[in-house]
């Protein structure tokens, strides 16, 4: 695996390094070189503006009891296009801001969440969990995003042994 990792970092550094060559001539090298620490502040700065939208909409789900995923893929796609722009390099960069195109965002996001498998958060969060995707838990249990899901914060008290509320002690 180690020899997968270095590679892939080779081939990495080796792309970026002609990528920089080519632009270098065609732009000049100084040119080139200030344009890497422009896109670093692109990505923040796209970071920055995009990031509030989702934030705002992903506030406003918790708020209401529900966790969105598509909120959730995008906020994702996100920070990893930040991350991506953060890189030194122009074909990172490039990564980097498919990641901040809205269309593009949400599909990049959803992938990246079936492929670190964080999409089965529905087992934690039960029926409240909504989702913008189709996940392989929807093949068994399509009653999960029902109109009349429970929104409540509380789980179901299922054995009935304990009943929730406010006493006051009279003496």
């Known amino acids: 695996m180690l020899f997968y990792i ?4 080779g081939l990495y550094g080796w792309v970026e390094f002609e990528a920089l060559i080519f632009i270098g001539s065609e732009i000049g090298g100084l040119a080139s070189f200030l344009g890497i ?6 990505g923040m700065g796209l970071l920055r503006s995009q990031g509030r939208a989702v934030l705002a909409k992903w506030q406003a789900n918790l708020t209401r009891g529900e966790v969105e995923t598509a909120s959730l893929a995008s906020g994702l796609s996100l920070l990893v296009g930040a991350l991506l722009m953060l890189l030194p390099g122009y074909v990172t960069d490039a990564m980097g801001i498919l990641c901040f195109i809205p269309g593009l965002r949400f599909l990049i996001g959803r ?4 492929r670190f498998q964080l999409v089965n958060a529905q087992n934690i969060f039960g029926n409240r969990f909504t ?5 392989a838990s929807d093949r068994y249990d399509n009653t999960a995003y029902s109109n009349d899901r429970q ?4 789980p179901k008290n299922l054995d009935r042994d304990i009943i929730e509320g406010d006493f006051e002690k009279k003496d």
């Open 37 to 42: 620490f422009v896109t670093a502040f692109i």
């Open 6 to 9: 270095l590679i892939l970092f």
């Open 111 to 114: 992938a990246l969440l079936t």
């Open 151 to 154: 929104t409540s914060s509380r």
């Open 131 to 135: 989702s913008g995707f189709n996940t």
